[in-house]
T-cell receptor, first 114, second 118 residues
């Protein structure tokens, strides 16, 4: 069974550009979450999607947006990139057949803004 | 709101010894799940072990066990017989009960870097 797949793995962008990151969850998983990881702030929650609906959102500016498609694949977009957006972006998927299930993470997309 | 505190920025252990990584949490949710993840230098977060707040017994998974003390709000990870490959960053995390909260967002601690020496 394939794990969570994030593309691309590495990305270098210039300030002011926009970027789209993709996440394909484990087959059958309908919940997808995104997290930003930086050395200074640690792991911070961005978005959580379930069946194409955003059901939770972290405290990030409107430049950060996301969506989930009918096949559960998810994308997140960052517009007008800033140097501080340089981070490892992690996507996680969950099965959610009960109140608690573990989240499985992809290898992440390492974004560098120059 | 949920909060996870990991007070050990770094830990050193010799190969084959046991090590305990500390985690305390705070939440107003009546039920919740506690998780430990391992993050090697490659960046991927690897799920290790899970404990539900209503579970009576401590969770175990191979060399990993979770020392859950609900009254103290602690969920320490114990790694027995450490191996060189255990060197990594370890994160404690919690998520609310989806049925109560309507979402299952993970809240992470700052992490503990574990170094295993030969």
């Amino acid at each position: 069974k394939a794990g969570v797949t994030q593309t691309p793995r590495y990305l270098i962008k210039t300030r002011g550009q926009q970027v789209t990151l993709s996440c394909s969850p484990i087959s059958g998983h309908r919940s997808v979450s995104w997290y930003q990881q930086t050395p200074g702030q640690g792991l911070q929650f961005l978005f959580e999607y379930f069946s194409e609906t955003q059901r939770n959102k972290g405290n990030f500016p409107g430049r950060f947006s996301g969506r989930q498609f009918s096949n559960s694949r998810s994308e997140m977009n960052v517009s007008t990139l800033e140097l501080g957006d340089s981070a490892l972006y992690l996507c996680a998927s969950s099965l959610e057949y009960s109140g608690f299930t573990e989240a499985f993470f992809g290898q992440g997309t390492r974004l560098t803004v120059v | 709101a949920q909060k996870i505190t990991q007070t050990q920025p770094g830990m050193f252990v010799q190969e084959k010894e046991a090590v305990t990584l500390d985690c305390t949490y705070d939440t107003s949710d009546p039920s919740y799940g506690l998780f430990w993840y391992k993050q090697p230098s490659s960046g991927e977060m690897i799920f290790l072990i899970y404990q539900g707040s209503y579970d009576q017994q401590n969770a175990t998974e191979g060399r990993y066990s979770l020392n859950f003390q609900k009254a103290r709000k602690s969920a320490n990870l114990v790694i027995s017989a450490s191996q060189l490959g255990d060197s990594a960053m370890y994160f404690c995390a919690m998520r609310p009960d989806l049925l109560n909260s309507g979402y299952s967002t993970l809240t992470f601690g700052k992490g503990t870097m574990l170094l295993v020496s030969p």
